[in-house]
């Protein structure tokens, strides 16, 4: 053994000295690039958290996925659109409005030259009066929203109506049947009285939309369970605006703008005109509640 081990020294002694004369060790070597530790360690969490709900599905159930705080910090657009709302916080916190929800919360923002895509246009009739806050982001399911209130989204403020519509995105991708979104939808709405004790919290049912059987029986699931939940809450308002998108008890196309786009997509987000018949619909809540109650 002590002759290995001499040997293997010798070894190094002969390959230390024949790079010392070798001018490629002398020359300066280029940088290593930076690694971004924190995202390596995120994306490293949300694959390890993939694969075990892809090989275990149980454990989505175990665990309720829906109902925990997840980030999209690695996406650069929705950190962007993410301070973006901290900031208009900071700069109206008088709002007596806010609203808290995915891309469709968003798209009251929106504008366009078609007429049905203008929507920007319904929100300054009901809400701008109240200096209302849109807290919406593409793509956020009940566990991205749980994450922003964790991190300061309504740090500062102090409406008196906080307006929640949540869930449709949990029945897409992520494939979240009621059993987990409804859970989810609660826990958005308990942490957001927690933050905002004396705030009002007006609940909106999910929407329907047109994409397959197994989401208008989930969406209809969720609806009837919220309903139940929080029929008689002190402090949470639930309206299901279902029946003002529908016509013979299905979602009707025309109030949407995913079919009139190109190429046409399943209706999901409602158009100008089914935003206004929401906006009418809750109008006598909000005006009740965002007047102070």
């Given at each position: 053994m002590i002759k290995v081990?001499?040997?293997?020294?010798?070894?190094?002694?002969?390959?230390k000295q024949k790079n010392s004369h070798d001018p490629r060790a002398l020359a300066p070597q280029p940088p290593k690039p930076a690694v971004n530790k924190s995202f390596l360690l995120l994306f490293f969490k949300k694959e390890v958290l993939a694969s075990l709900l892809l090989f275990f599905p149980f454990l989505a159930h175990a665990t309720n996925i829906a109902a925990i705080p997840i980030g999209r910090q690695n996406l650069p657009w929705w950190q962007a659109?993410?301070?973006?709302?901290?900031?208009?916080?900071?700069?109206?916190?008088?709002?007596?409005?806010?609203?808290?929800?995915?891309s469709i919360t968003q798209f009251w923002q929106r504008t366009g030259p078609h007429g049905y895509d203008n929507i920007l246009p319904v929100w300054q009739k009901y809400y701008a009066?109240?200096?209302a806050l849109d807290f919406g982001i593409v793509g956020d399911t009940?566990?991205?929203?749980?994450?922003?209130?964790?991190?300061?989204?309504?740090?500062?403020?102090?409406?008196?109506l906080a307006i929640i519509l949540i869930g449709a995105n949990n029945l897409g991708h992520p494939h979240w049947p009621a059993t987990l979104t409804t859970p989810g939808i609660e826990a958005v709405v308990s942490k957001t009285h927690t933050l905002l004790p004396t705030t009002h919290i007006l609940l909106l049912g999910v929407l329907p939309s047109i994409r397959s059987a197994w989401v208008d029986t989930q969406t209809r699931l969720i609806?009837?369970?919220?309903?139940?939940t929080y029929a008689?809450?002190?402090?949470?308002?639930?309206?299901?605006?279902?029946?003002?998108?529908?016509?013979?008890?299905?979602?009707?196309?025309?109030l949407y703008i995913d079919p009139k786009e190109s190429p046409p997509r399943p209706a999901l987000h409602p158009d100008a005109a089914g935003m206004s018949r929401i906006a009418a619909t809750i109008a006598p809540t909000v005006q009740r509640w965002a007047a102070g109650g």
């Open positions: 081990r001499k040997q293997e020294l010798l070894f190094l002694q002969k390959k659109r993410f301070t973006a709302t901290l900031a208009e916080a900071k700069t109206t916190p008088n709002a007596k409005i806010i609203w808290l929800g995915d009066p109240y200096n009940t566990s991205s929203l749980l994450w922003r209130l964790d991190h300061g989204q309504v740090a500062g403020l102090h409406p008196n609806n009837q369970s919220l309903a139940q008689n809450n002190p402090t949470v308002t639930f309206i299901d605006v279902s029946p003002v998108l529908t016509t013979n008890g299905r979602p009707d196309p025309s």
